[in-house]
């Protein structure tokens, strides 16, 4: 709970500071991009720390990461322009990718799968305290004191979760020999940077024609089909292919990269608009991406009771409708400023996100056992940190356009405009995400063949 705290906070202080730290480094065009290295770090990061993980362990994987989420933060924290902003930012990714999985994996070790139903609430409560005090922090860090403080106060998060994770969790593991696939990483995150770089400066740096956008998006595509053979014959492959011939790990692994690009889209654009289009100051525009995190630990609390009695696939649809109501909501008000009723559309799409994101990780997590529950806990946390990656690139890429033909980012009708536009991306989102959540398998809990918790664990 302290570690996914960590990157709790971390999901919602930063956005509210976009335009405090845009006002002192300059840049704007580039702040997508403090979101982009972040998230492409941990996306690319996760196979090869869930691979280490059902080797070496989970304890010594979610150590480094907490270890290296705190280095990131202390050098974010002293970042002296725009570009060294970003680089810290990914070594914080780099850091967030042992962490977020291995929390996930350590409870699917721990406890069985109606045990987790419960802890599910306690894992829900960290995030409805973060989503109180991640947009409350940065409001106030950026309004009264520094943005630079939104890092810095994760330094004794740090230092208290990895004490605790070294003196309470033991594990037992049958160590063997590993193989890390550098190869295919190289490759995955060779492809995602050419297509995250030619998505956010296409329009900006170059023009969408000419031979530098043409170049990433072509070279990207081809390192990502290299990197599918590489897996093919890599002894130890950093994402296993194999898994997407089941039925059940390719559908969850489609909705949760909708799960990450619709969060991003909200959480990143929201305080945004609401600063630039009507002036609010950055704590109210904090609240406002304070209710999706408010409504999504509220649903997924009691998600565990809708897929023990129903199933996983109904659990999921639910929450799918719900977002998707959300998101169309918050794009009819996006021509209408106004942080109390966007605060409203985003509660409602947490609550939706709430009932998707929980049921279809365990889902996948339990169909496995626990030689491959690090890999498929992985699989699941990387299709949301690349759909993050890609989709705020996206957004950024649709954002900078409009403000690039119209006023500019202090326009507020420009905003209006960009944050409309963006808004329909995210809706476009939700019914993608809707759409792989009816072709999951229909099963109920007693459906599956579940596998034990971890050999030996505390």
Same mark, same amino acid.
């Given at each position: 709970?302290?570690?996914?705290?960590?990157?709790? %906070?971390?999901?919602?202080?930063?956005?509210?500071?976009?335009?405090?730290?845009?006002?002192?480094?300059?840049?704007?065009?580039?702040? @997508?991009?403090?979101?982009?290295?972040?998230?492409?770090?941990?996306?690319?990061?996760?196979?090869?720390?869930?691979?280490?993980?059902?080797?070496?362990?989970?304890? @010594?994987?979610?150590?480094?990461?907490?270890?290296?989420?705190?280095?990131?933060?202390?050098?974010?924290?002293?970042?002296?322009?725009?570009?060294?902003?970003?680089?810290?930012?990914?070594?914080?990714?780099?850091?967030?990718?042992?962490?977020?999985?291995?929390?996930?994996?350590?409870?699917?070790?721990?406890? *069985?799968?109606?045990?987790?139903?419960?802890?599910?609430?306690? %894992?829900?409560?960290?995030?409805?305290?973060?989503?109180?005090?991640?947009?409350?922090?940065?409001?106030?860090?950026?309004?009264? /004191?520094?943005?630079?403080?939104?890092?810095?106060?994760?330094? @004794?998060?740090?230092?208290?979760?990895?004490?605790?994770?070294?003196?309470?969790?033991?594990?037992?593991?049958?160590?063997?020999?590993?193989?890390?696939?550098?190869?295919?990483?190289?490759?995955?995150?060779?492809?995602?940077?050419?297509? %995250?770089?030619?998505?956010?400066?296409?329009?900006?740096?170059?023009?969408?024609?000419?031979?530098?956008?043409?170049?990433?998006?072509?070279?990207?595509?081809?390192?990502?089909?290299?990197?599918?053979?590489?897996?093919?014959?890599?002894?130890?492959?950093?994402?296993?292919?194999?898994?997407?011939?089941?039925?059940? %790990?390719?559908?969850? *692994?489609?909705?949760?990269?909708?799960?990450?690009?619709?969060?991003?889209?909200?959480?990143?654009?929201?305080?945004?608009?609401?600063?630039?289009?009507?002036?609010?100051?950055?704590?109210?525009?904090?609240?406002?991406?304070?209710?999706?995190?408010?409504?999504? @630990?509220?649903?997924?609390?009691?998600?565990?009771?809708?897929?023990?009695?129903?199933?996983?696939?109904?659990?999921?649809?639910?929450?799918?409708?719900?977002?998707?109501?959300?998101?169309?909501?918050?794009?009819?008000?996006?021509?209408?400023?106004?942080?109390?009723?966007?605060?409203?559309?985003?509660?409602?799409?947490?609550?939706?996100?709430?009932?998707?994101?929980?049921?279809?990780?365990?889902?996948?997590?339990?169909?496995?056992?626990?030689?491959?529950?690090?890999?498929?806990?992985?699989?699941?946390?990387?299709?949301?940190?690349?759909?993050?990656?890609?989709?705020?690139?996206?957004?950024?890429?649709?954002?900078?356009?409009?403000?690039?033909?119209?006023?500019?980012?202090?326009?507020?009708?420009?905003?209006?405009?960009?944050?409309?536009?963006?808004?329909?991306?995210?809706? /476009?989102?939700?019914?993608?995400?809707?759409?792989?959540?009816?072709?999951?398998?229909?099963?109920?809990?007693?459906?599956?063949?579940?596998?034990?918790?971890?050999?030996?664990?505390?």
């Amino acid at each position: 709970m302290l570690s996914t705290g960590l990157i709790a %906070i971390d999901a919602t202080i930063l956005a509210t500071a976009v335009p405090s730290v845009v006002k002192e480094l300059g840049s704007f065009t580039q702040f @997508p991009w403090l979101f982009s290295v972040y998230l492409l770090a941990q996306a690319v990061s996760v196979p090869l720390y869930s691979k280490l993980a059902d080797t070496v362990g989970r304890k @010594p994987v979610i150590l480094v990461g907490v270890g290296l989420f705190l280095l990131g933060s202390v050098l974010c924290g002293f970042a002296w322009s725009m570009p060294a902003l970003i680089a810290f930012r990914a070594v914080q990714g780099l850091g967030a990718g042992a962490v977020a999985p291995m929390s996930m994996t350590i409870v699917g070790d721990i406890y *069985t799968v109606a045990e987790r139903a419960k802890v599910q609430g306690y %894992i829900a409560s960290v995030w409805a305290v973060a989503s109180v005090i991640g947009p409350a922090l940065g409001g106030l860090f950026s309004q009264f /004191v520094s943005w630079r403080w939104i890092f810095l106060v994760n330094i @004794p998060l740090c230092l208290v979760a990895g004490w605790m994770l070294w003196s309470t969790y033991h594990e037992q593991v049958q160590r063997r020999k590993h193989r890390l696939d550098f190869a295919g990483a190289a490759l995955l995150t060779g492809g995602l940077t050419l297509i %995250i770089l030619g998505l956010l400066e296409g329009g900006n740096a170059w023009a969408w024609g000419s031979w530098q956008s043409l170049g990433c998006f072509v070279l990207g595509a081809l390192a990502l089909l290299a990197f599918t053979f590489v897996e093919r014959r890599a002894a130890e492959p950093v994402l296993d292919l194999s898994l997407f011939s089941r039925r059940l %790990i390719t559908t969850t *692994t489609l909705v949760s990269i909708g799960v990450g690009a619709i969060l991003i889209g909200v959480t990143s654009y929201i305080p945004t608009y609401l600063e630039n289009s009507i002036g609010v100051v950055p704590l109210v525009s904090g609240a406002a991406v304070a209710a999706i995190t408010l409504g999504w @630990p509220l649903s997924a609390s009691q998600a565990g009771r809708l897929y023990l009695r129903h199933g996983f696939r109904f659990t999921v649809l639910v929450g799918g409708v719900i977002t998707l109501a959300g998101t169309v909501l918050l794009l009819t008000l996006a021509p209408f400023p106004n942080p109390w009723t966007i605060a409203g559309a985003s509660f409602v799409i947490g609550f939706g996100l709430g009932w998707v994101a929980a049921p279809s990780l365990i889902a996948a997590q339990s169909s496995v056992d626990w030689g491959e529950r690090g890999v498929v806990t992985g699989l699941n946390a990387f299709a949301r940190s690349a759909g993050s990656a890609v989709g705020v690139a996206v957004f950024g890429a649709i954002a900078n356009t409009i403000f690039r033909t119209g006023g500019g980012e202090q326009d507020p009708h420009t905003v209006e405009a960009a944050a409309g536009a963006v808004f329909v991306a995210v809706a /476009v989102t939700a019914a993608l995400m809707l759409i792989a959540a009816l072709a999951m398998p229909p099963s109920r809990v007693e459906d599956v063949e579940f596998a034990p918790s971890a050999p030996a664990a505390d």
